[in-house]
């Protein structure tokens, strides 16, 4: 499965292994050939699966680091003191 230099755009090759260079095409027909080598030399059945899809990503987070706690800290003690303020100015 060697490729000569004909101009072969580099996006039509998908795989560079042990310096050859092979096609979708021809990784396909290879694949192919070595199915219908199975099921004739082992009488065996060959199953091909679709693609399973990927995991849907979840949202990215940033951990909170020691100054991100801090200024959460500070925004609660800052909304508790108002609250109490809110709380002895109508009580």
Do not use: C
């Not at 694949?31 to 199975?38: F, T, V």
């Not at 082992?42 to 991100?68: C, F, H």
């Amino acid at each position: 499965m060697r490729l000569q230099a004909t101009g072969l755009a580099p996006a039509n090759i998908l795989f560079r292994t042990m310096g050859y260079h092979v096609t979708k095409d021809e990784l396909r027909a290879e694949l192919e050939r070595q199915a219908q080598r199975y099921k004739d030399v082992y009488g065996g059945e060959v199953i091909t699966y679709a693609a399973q899809p990927d995991p849907e990503r979840k949202p990215w987070r940033k951990k909170s680091n020691l100054l991100d706690q801090a200024f959460e800290k500070e925004l609660e003690k800052i909304e508790k003191d108002l609250k109490s303020r809110t709380d002895e100015a109508s009580g």
